[in-house]
């Protein structure tokens, strides 16, 4: 194993313990991916997962990580779910006598709050588990010792802000935003190549440490290439963030020299992009690539208030850090406002496919 030392972004953990702007009691619209996804997961591992090959020696243990786990519950059923279809996999074959043992891997940023994440690990569970802190963007399993990744909601958090973004005086200064959306060409390039360099360096990792025959499912969001990113329901919601901090900036109580330095490092990437990557590190082929619909959220009499507080729960670390922990309650609140004046943007986004399913398998 290689050891570089090398300076880490920082990173911004979701909102941990169980408090009431707590990602693990704000994750439900998550939740409700994970359900609507069972049923495609279940199929890819039954029909792209060569199990009986992964028990052909004994004793067998079959190894599943689920990186940018957060702190739960989500990452607990999703985990269940592919060990329930791996098992399925193997009974419906009728040969295998002796189950084989499963180890999952809970990974997050060495900042995500492990604890709570290890409370609520079901005491009931067909697995062993165990945490396993670190960037996905690098290394973090020994060589070919994996059979299934599953990563949900994760990939669109980019490693950090490209340098450019920083420079005053570069066309990539994004003066009063914070998001690509509706911003410069050269604003979404520099977005663009940050997710390149960070797919290009998740997949190399995840070359290394599948083996052959595994598989990776991720999901993301997403959005068609030809559709912008002021048209992506989440990526309106980006830009609400943007005019309240403006508006606060307005009022004084923050400055528009901070709002202009700030960028959220969230990405939507599109199904070109992702193809370009995989095929460019040549280890996986994609099995399946759809851009999904399950923004029921965005439709039809928008909750604001729901909206926000999964926001919340996401981006208050990073917000806080940057802004400072006292703008954090009055921001939210102007953003349910903002959410409700432009309501109608939301009613009229792209909404038939903004979540990205992938389903790579190592060769
Ligand atoms: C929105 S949460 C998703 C949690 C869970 N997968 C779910 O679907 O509910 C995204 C998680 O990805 C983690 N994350 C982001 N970038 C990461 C990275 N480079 N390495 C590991 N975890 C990362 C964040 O810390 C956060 O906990």
């Not at 900036?249 to 528009?256: D, L, N, R």
């Amino acid at each position: 194993m290689s050891n570089v030392e090398t300076k880490m972004p920082p990173t911004y953990p979701m909102n941990g313990g169980e408090g009431p702007y707590s990602y693990s009691k704000n994750s439900y619209f998550q939740r409700a991916t994970t359900n609507v996804l069972k049923a495609l997961i279940d199929e890819a591992i039954i029909e792209k997962l060569n199990v009986e090959a992964l028990v052909s020696s004994r004793p067998a243990t079959i190894r599943l990580a689920d990186l940018g786990c957060s702190v739960g519950p989500n990452t607990f059923i999703a985990m269940q779910n592919a060990i329930d279809a791996i098992q399925m996999n193997l009974t419906s074959r009728g040969h295998i006598t002796e189950m084989p043992e499963f180890q999952v891997f809970f990974n997050d940023h060495a900042a995500n709050d492990f604890n709570t994440l290890f409370k609520s690990v079901p005491p009931e569970r067909p697995y062993y588990a165990a945490g396993v802190p670190g960037s996905f963007h690098g290394r973090l399993f020994p060589e070919s010792s994996l059979h299934f990744v599953h990563s949900q909601y994760a990939l669109q958090w980019l490693s950090r802000i490209p340098d450019e973004m920083s420079n005053r005086n570069s066309p990539a200064w994004n003066k009063g935003k914070i998001h690509c959306t509706n911003a410069s060409e050269a604003v979404c390039n520099a977005y663009a190549g940050q997710f390149n360099k960070d797919m290009e360096a998740f997949l190399k990792s995840r070359a290394e440490e599948v083996a052959a025959g595994g598989i990776v499912v991720l999901t993301m969001p997403g959005k068609p290439d030809d559709v912008p990113y002021s048209k992506i329901p989440v990526c309106l919601m980006y830009d609400f963030i943007g005019l309240s901090l403006m508006d606060m900036a307005k009022e004084g109580t923050i400055s528009e020299e901070q709002v202009d330095c700030f960028n959220l490092p969230l990405y939507a990437a599109s199904p070109a992009e992702i193809a370009r990557l995989v095929k460019m590190d040549s280890s996986f082929h994609i099995e399946t690539m759809e851009l999904l619909n399950t923004q029921s959220r965005y439709e039809g009499g928008v909750n604001a208030q729901e909206i926000v507080i999964h926001l919340r729960a996401g981006l208050e670390g990073i917000i806080s850090k940057h802004f400072g922990s006292e703008i954090v309650d009055e921001l939210f609140r102007c953003l349910v406002e903002k959410t409700r004046e432009f309501s109608y943007l939301l009613d009229s986004s792209y909404k038939e496919g903004t979540l990205m399913f992938l389903v790579l398998k190592r060769h």
